[in-house]
């Protein structure tokens, strides 16, 4: 069972906007950065998104991040068959002893 | 360009230790902290801990105290991760990954299976 919780699966046609959400608490979202992750098949984790809509250099601006209260979001538009990936969130939970990184649990992600 | 460039697979038998590494090049080794993650086939992303590379101090998850150990060798900007008493439920593909960000995890390794199995 993930701290941070996110739909198992979301699909959506090429060239539409899907969104992921991320549901937590005040002691890991609402009071700490985002960050999300794609996870292409066989592959490792890469950074997307950071401090809860910034991008890094590389990532197109079909990418994007929100957040509200103990929620976030990602948004992707112009969906492309290369974005079938699973999708992490990621914060700091300040809920346990010293401070613990918690995910969610990733959402499959199907461009139909 | 920054590299993280982890050890090959191992298999172990259960209650054994295994040792992973990661070297790291492309940037100052002692500037950045280190994360180790795991994934259980099929399952999601789960933290296990974090090195800083300059003084060596860590900070493990809840559920693994007792049996990971991270440390590094600032000499071949290499981190490790050392996990004891090895069970079926520890077979997973281990990552480093580097927070060049405080609050984000920017550059992940190759990954390195570990099995543990009888």
């Known amino acids: 069972q993930s701290v941070l919780t996110q739909p198992p699966s979301v699909s959506a046609a090429p060239g539409q906007k899907v969104t992921i959400s991320c549901s937590g608490s005040?002691?890991?979202?609402?009071?700490?950065?985002v960050s999300w992750y794609q996870q292409l098949p066989g592959t490792a984790p890469k950074l997307l998104i950071y401090e809860n809509n910034k991008r890094p250099s590389g990532i197109p601006d079909r990418f994007s991040g929100s957040k509200s209260g103990t929620s976030a979001t990602l948004g992707i538009t112009g969906l492309q068959t290369g974005d079938e990936a699973d999708y992490y969130c990621g914060t700091w939970d300040s809920s346990l002893s010293a401070g613990d990184v918690v995910f969610g649990g990733g959402t499959k992600l199907t461009v139909l | 360009q920054v590299q993280l460039v982890q050890s090959g697979a191992e298999v172990k038998k259960p209650g054994a230790s295994v040792k992973v590494s990661c070297k790291a090049s492309g940037y100052t080794f002692t500037s950045y902290y280190m994360h180790w993650v795991r994934q259980a086939p099929g399952q999601g992303l789960e933290w296990m801990g974090i090195i800083n590379p300059s003084g060596g101090s860590t900070s493990y998850a809840q559920k693994f105290q007792g049996r990971v150990t991270m440390t590094r060798d600032t000499s071949t900007s290499t981190v490790y991760m050392e996990l004891s008493s090895l069970r079926s439920e520890d077979t997973a593909v281990y990552y480093c990954?580097?927070?060049?960000?405080?609050?984000?995890?920017?550059?992940w390794g190759q990954g390195t299976m570990v099995t543990v199995s009888s």
């Open positions: 990954a580097l927070a060049a960000r405080p609050d984000a995890f920017d550059i």
């Open positions: 005040s002691s890991n979202i609402g009071n700490n950065y």
